[in-house]
Every structure is written in C-alpha cells, then in structure tokens.
C-alpha cells in the first residue's frame, strides 16, 4: 500500500485531524486539542502575567481577549485554565441574562471539578492552602492536637474525624478573620472538602455578590487567585456584563476574563458608562491571525498522531501536504483564522484521499489477485464456497488490491457450513481500534443475522495489545467464533496460529483446508 492509502484507512478509522472541533467551554477537551504553543502566544502570556500578579498581591484584575470567530477565544482561556491548575482555581462561565448568579451556579461545579494531573479538586486547593495559612492563628493553642487531623491526606483518608472541626471550629473561625465571606460560604466549602454536597444549597441560599466577593477574599487570603472567565457573550446585554464586572472587580482575589468577537465588542462598548468600560478594559489582548509558519506547526501537530500510527516515517511532517499548499490558502485572505484555516485543510485533505481511492489499481496485482484466488479455488474442496472466497478475500487484502466486498458492513458474507451459519469478515488493517470496532459490530449483529457464530479473518499478522480489543476477541470466541490470520506469510499464519487453543486450531483446520496443510506440517507452530 502507499503512504496515501495508510493515511487513508488511519484517517477513515479515527476522524480527519483538521475537522472542525467546537468546545463547549474551557474545560472541553478539545478546547486544547492540537495545542501549538506559538498560537497566541503573546496573549497567553499577558494572561499568565495577570494570574501571577493576582497571586503576588491578591487585588483583582480584568482583561478582555477580543477576536474574529474562531480566532482561538476558548483556546485562550483553556490554556489559562491549564496555567491555573495546581496554583489556582478556575471557572469558566457561559454568562446568561443574570451574569452574576451564572457565576456562582458554575464556581458550584467547577470548584468540585479535578483538573488533570492535580491530585485533587480545586476546592480542595483553596481549603488546604487556608488550613495551613490560618489554621494555626485561628486555632491557637488547640492547634498542635487537631493539627494531625487537618492534613490533606488525613482529609481524603478519614475525613470523618475532620469534619466537626472543619465545620463547627474552623468555618466560624475563617468567617469572622475574612469579613466579607459569608459563614455558610465558609462552612458549604469545608463540608464540600470532606465529601458532603452544601456548595449548592449555601450559594443557592445567599446573594451572588456576597458569594463571590466572599470566594474572592477567602483566595486572596490564600494567595491562590481565583480566575473566572466570561466566555461566548455574543449574545448578553453589554450593561448588565459591565456591571457585574465592576462589582466583581471591587472584590479581592479575582482575575476576570471576558472574551468578545471583535466587531460586536466595537459596537457594544459605547454602550457602557465609562468607569464600566475601563473596568472590563484594563487589559486589552487582541487575537491576531496565525501566521502561515505558525500554521506549519500546527499542521505538523496535528498530523503527528496520524504519522506516528501508520509506524513508518512519512516523507514530511505535513505530509499528505506540501507547504506550497499551506502558501496556497494563504492567498485566499490576509486575516485567516484558526477555523478558517481547519476548513480548508479539512476540505483539501479530504479531497486528495478520495481521489487516492477512486484511482485504479495497477494491472499488475489484479493479475496476481486472480492467480491467488484460482490457487485457493483449487486447493479447497467443492462445498466450501463460501470460505473459499473469504479466504479469496483475505488474500486480495494481502495482495495490496483492495479488500473486503462491504468494508462498511458487519459481515462480508454468512453461509450455510453443516448445521451453522457461518459469518465471514475479513480485516485488513493492523490497528487494534479498526478490529476492535469491527468485533463489535460483527457482535451485535449475530442475533439479528441468525449466524450461529463468525470468523474474522485477518490479512495482517500483528497481535493486538490493546487491552479492549484483546476482551472483545475473547467474547467472540465465547460465543463459538474465531479470529483468525491467513496471509501471504505462512510464518506468520502459523504465529497467530499458535495464539488460539487446540481446539480452535482444530475447528479452523477443518473448515479452511489451507490452515489444515500448515498445522500437519512437521515444523507449524501451534498451541
């Protein structure tokens, strides 16, 4: 096969790297997926800058992060959701018609949320981090007995020991040292921190701003900063924005982050009193278009997985790609954006492979796949047709022409062998995704087919590693079928051989004459 027919098959099992991917909010996974530093870099920095400061001093800062759609917004804030983990907490909120009841419904979620490779949830963070700071101040002498209970891994391992003193000592304690935070803010967070729900009930019960100035102070006074980002707020009524904003800002803790599309920001900021618009203002951060040497890095990304799953060095690293394809988009705008420019190359990409499978295939190997079947047609007896053109099948699969009649569905073919429908699916690919999914499906449609069991046959020899697929193969042959590989290579037939019982091995050299000659060989490796 050529390197374009690999890409192919590895792109038809997966999905095609440049295929538009809309995150949800910052915490989507996909909001970070394909992640090119050199993107946005300067915005990203001015936004770690602005978490730093905030940890440094503990007074609330604003930036907005202005752009075309799909500039990479979500991106940003996703990447500062990242910077966040471990040192800080962070929200991100779809702001609504009430901006700030939205941020206390998403810091009730968020606040409980694990973000990956930190140990444990942010809340968690924010009361550990209080508990070592104040804890001995707000306890005094009481503190050297209660301290052994008030660890972080006593808290995970035995909270019950810790929760009356969270709640009933320390939770009043922390209210009354930091004014503006409400005592059952204090206690629904210290609950929360040993595995009781409260965060909804408390923040439910009291008003938004008393909730988040309250968040905010208890941060500050925990040097962890606290970002809430405001994001996808095409639709909210600038005012009300501005104004919870400015409320906020008044507040300790807090780095508040508002993403807009460029020209509706333009057109809503005149909109805003003045003291308002300087709040959300402070820190302007435009999103510039990429360019196109940033865009080779992130086509080179992008492509690395499917590069590295095909196990052979591709001839480029944007390979199926030339960089005078990558000038060639350029041209069509000056001001291309990320999602732009995954459009395009998703439409290209497209193009090029199926152009690679309607391409005829040489003469060449239709001769040889018509002296492979005629050989098979002679070597099996009269009455196994059926299994005659699996294998026929199998063969053409290793023949380099192409392979199964309905690559799509979850059978090739179903016969009648004795007493048995027998269904036949030949897969020719070596990824263990690929035999996988196709297990699955031959699975489901056992019952609905009425095939009393199915053999797959595979035209590659590489033992699947994935622990799924390795589960799925052994329900198949629970229920009576077999995986079986049957190549040009005997060797290696006679290796994936050996990987069944000698019962299967016996049951297939019955039914598929080939695989009987290689067994009753003095030198086959079997079970």
Known sequence: MTA?????????????????????????DSALAGDVPAIHREASEALTRLLDAVARDGRTRAALVYGEAGSGKTHVTARLRRAASGRGLFVAVTTGSEPLRAMTEAAAIDLRRTPPRAPRAQLALLVDRLVERLGPELLASDFQALAEYLTPDELDERPALATRVLERRLAPAFAYRVPECPTDVARALFLERVGVPALEDAFGRCDPVRVLRGLGALSAAAGVPFVIALDQNDAVDPRELARAVTRLHAASGFAIVVTFLTALWDTKRDALLEPERQRIEENRIPLKAPTLSEIQAFVEARLQDVHASLGAVPSSRLAPFAPRDLEEIARRGSQLTLRDWCHYLATLLDERLRAVERAPKPDGLE?????LEAEVRADLPEGEVALREALALALRGAGEVSGPLDPDGPLDLVVQVAAERVGMKVVDSERAPVLA?????????????????????????????????RELMDELRGRGGEVVVVTDDERATLHALARLDARAVARLAHELPIIRRLTERPSAVTA
């Not at 001769?367 to 002296?371: D, G, H, I, K, Q």
């Not at 699955?440 to 590489?462: F, N």
């Open 4 to 28: 374009l027919d690999d890409l192919r098959e590895r792109i038809a099992a997966g999905a095609n790297p440049f295929e538009l991917r809309f995150a949800k909010d910052a915490w989507d």
């Open 437 to 469: 999914r196709r297990i699955e499906q031959i699975l489901d449609e056992l019952d609905a087919q009425q095939v009393t069991r199915a053999v797959v046959v595979r035209t590659r020899a590489v033992a699947p590693s994935w622990r799924r697929c």
């Open 367 to 371: 001769l040889r796949l018509r002296a």
